[in-house]
Nanobody
């Protein structure tokens, strides 16, 4: 089993930044591909970003490229999401996810490609 716990959500003004973190425990973290997804009220859960276990590949939703950056520290069992220039389209619950089935590729950009999920952290943007 893998446990994922997100942190770092909160209220930020339009144009501001937040850094989300996800700490994993359980199985060997460095074997997983990791991703971030988000879900706004009344919306489907959507892909935000993903990173392979070796950190050699990162993936982003087209609309978020240039504003969001995903990174991971395998020694600390953490994956982070730096979010800049936040705007009124970004508020959502942000979920950390791990895939043990897929090491790379398009499948880690799908929610169905993920095997474990955190409970989410809420991001709110004002102004």
């Amino acid at each position: 089993q893998v446990q994922l716990v997100e942190s770092g959500g909160g209220l930020v003004q339009t144009g501001g930044s937040l850094r989300l973190s996800c700490t994993a425990s359980g199985r060997t973290f460095s074997w997983y591909s990791m991703g971030w997804f988000r879900q706004a009220p009344g919306q489907e859960r959507e892909f935000v970003a993903a990173i392979t276990w070796s950190k050699d590949s990162t993936y982003y939703a087209d609309s978020l490229k240039g504003r969001f950056t995903i990174s991971r520290d395998n020694a600390k069992n953490t994956v982070s999401l730096q979010m800049n220039s936040l705007n009124p389209e970004d508020p959502a619950v942000y979920y950390c996810a791990a895939s043990v089935r897929y090491s790379s590729g398009i499948y880690i950009t799908y929610a169905s490609g993920m095997d474990y999920w955190g409970k989410g952290t809420l991001v709110t943007v004002s102004g």
